[in-house]
Structures are given as C-alpha cells and as structure tokens.
C-alpha cells in the first residue's frame, strides 16, 4: 500500500513560504504561522500571490515535490517540478495505445462509463434521503435517463459520438441538482445550470474550485507511476492541457467533488457569505471560503471506503493513485482492460 502523502494549500495572500531544516515554514506578515515536516508533504499548492524561498523550491525539485500555482478560484498558472523520472516504457505504451483508435475509444469509453455510473449514484442517493415526493420521482427519472446514456456508449462509434452521450448525461445530471440542495438553503445555491468560466453562482463557484483541486490529485496521481498526464484518451490533446488527467477526474467529479459540494452547502458549512461577486458577473469563492473547503477537502480524502476492484479498504484520498496505477497495468498489457472506479 502506498503512503499517503499530503497537500500543502496555501490560500493566505501575500504568505512566504521557506525551508527551516527538514519544515517548511509558511510565514505570514514576518510570523510563523505554520511549520510541517518535508517528509510528509507530497506537493505545494499555492493559490493567488503567494511566494516560495529559493532555498525551498530547489528541495522541492531535488525530493520530487511539485509546486503549483493557481488563481484565487483555482484556475491553473502554472507548475513546477523537477526533472521527469517516469518510466519511459510506460510512456511508450501510452503513446502507442493513444495512436491506437480502437484502444483511445475503449479507454474514453472507460472513463465516461465510470462517470456516468457515479453520476446515476448520485441522483440515486438523493432520492433515496429527498422528503419531496415530486423531487424524488424527478430525481429517479433522470437517473434512468443517465443510465440510458449508460448503455450507449458501447454502441458509440467514434469519440465525437461519445462526447455527445456525456454531454447529453451531464445537462440531465445538473438539471437535477437543484433538487439535491436542500429546501432552507436553495436560495442561497439556486442552480439552474452548469457555468464555469467565469462560474456565474455560489454553486457553480464552489464546483469549479473542488474540480480544481481534485484535477492537481489526479494529475500528481498519474505522474506517480510515470503516466504522462498531458497525453489523454477522452479529452482532446492541446498545449499546456492535462488530457490525462481530465480523464481520470471524470470518474470522481460526482462522487468526491459534488457529493462534498452538497454536504457543505446543505449542512451549512458554507454560505453565501463565503462568495464574492465580482465585475462582469463572476462569482468567486472568497479567502475564508477556499480556507473551509480545502479543510473539508482534506477531511473527505482521509475517509475510508471498500474500492469495487480490489476489494480492500482504503482512504478516499488514495483513489486516483490506485486508479493510475490500474490504467498503467493496462497499457502495460498486464490487465485486459481499464475498469474505471464504481462507487458503491
């Protein structure tokens, strides 16, 4: 079983991070605000203004560790790691297996198999603990509709194909999630479909900020078994894009990223005050926002839950890091076939 490593997220504005010995030191305004040990961090993640010590960025690529930057919603600027120690034959395979269009739709069709079936899950679930009637009975036909989507993609022949039956899914999908947010909260979350950039409510907001976040697990993820994340199957190839890794997050955007969306909101763990607007009409999750979602984040990842393949308990957190790891036995030729995550 691998170790699971932690993220350091630093959301604070104007933080400076150093190296004092084997800690990194995050300083804020000249004061110590936190110290963790090197060995248990796996990565940096850094949103909006916040700088790394020379000294501490050299350690981080010389051990491994990538440091990234993301805007204050958590869109991507930039990464830096240290020099690719993957493995090259892996890589060879993935580049042979993406030239490959019978194994490229497969590999698609894995991916959106796996997301569909969460999705219908989810809707699912949220029938099961919905008090309205007329929301439960919405809630189970439109998971039937997803499920039909389901069953087309083995009929799909080309990508183009595919992308139109999760396209179709996922405008049913969201359709519905204004029937997962509870009653006393729904003004504040109203939800009437998906906006992402710039992200135009609340909801949309605090979506596209946890798809962030989980993409950076699940591109560090393939890039821990020597995957290259750039090179995807489902998503197109474009410069900078990590296609790979896209990918993989379709499997676990219901599961882990909109299951925690709702819990939060519909708990009220976090609320309209943790939102700012902006000019132009963006909606942005504000610093005390990122600060409790992150936390929350953290939390999920260190829950624990059977995985449908491999029958062994493990934490929520180590899901794409197992997933790589299945994706890569595959295109080593030493599994038939990519069985993408099913959540129980």
Not at 106 to 120: E, V
Not at 215 to 226: I, K, N, P, Y
Not at 326 to 337: G, I, K, N, T, V
């Amino acid at each position: 079983m691998m170790v699971l490593l932690n993220t350091l997220y630093v959301t604070t504005p104007e933080a400076y991070l150093r190296l004092e010995g084997e800690t990194v030191c995050v300083m804020v305004e000249k004061e110590k605000r936190l110290q963790v040990p090197m060995h248990h961090l796996g990565s940096v993640v850094c949103f909006g203004d916040v700088m790394l010590s020379p000294a501490l960025l050299g350690r981080c690529m010389a051990d491994g560790r990538s440091v990234v930057w993301l805007e204050r919603n958590g869109r991507f600027q930039a990464r830096v790691e240290g020099p690719v120690n993957g493995n090259i034959l892996l890589r060879q395979a993935q580049y042979r297996a993406a030239d490959d269009p019978a194994k490229t739709i497969d590999l698609a069709r894995a991916f959106l198999a796996g997301k569909l079936r969460n999705s219908r899950n989810v809707l699912l679930r949220g029938a099961r603990d919905s008090q309205n009637d007329t929301e439960r009975a919405a809630l189970v036909q439109n998971a039937r509709l997803v499920a039909g989507h389901l069953r087309k993609l083995p009929h799909a022949p080309d990508l183009d194909s595919l992308r139109g039956e999760e396209g179709n899914a996922a405008r049913i999908y969201f359709q519905s999630m204004q029937h997962l947010i509870r009653q006393p909260v729904r003004n504040d979350f109203a939800f009437d479909v998906r906006s992402r950039r710039p992200p135009t409510d609340p909801m949309n907001a605090l979506l596209s900020f946890l798809y962030a976040v989980l993409l950076h697990d699940c591109r560090s993820a393939l890039e821990s078994v020597g995957l290259d994340p750039q090179l995807g199957f489902l998503h197109a190839v474009r410069p900078g894009r990590a296609a790979l890794a896209l990918d993989l997050l379709e499997e676990f955007r219901s599961v882990i990223a909109d299951r925690l969306a709702l819990t939060l909101v519909n708990r009220g763990q976090i609320q309209a005050n943790h939102f700012d607007k902006r000019e132009g009409g963006a909606v942005l999750l504000n610093d005390e926002g990122r600060k409790a979602v992150i936390a929350a984040y953290q939390e999920r990842k260190q829950e624990t839950l059977t995985h449908s393949v491999l029958e062994q308990v493990m934490p929520i957190g180590l899901l794409p890091h197992i997933q790589a790891r299945l994706l890569a036995r595959h295109l080593r030729s030493e599994a038939p076939a990519y069985v993408p995550y099913l959540h129980r």
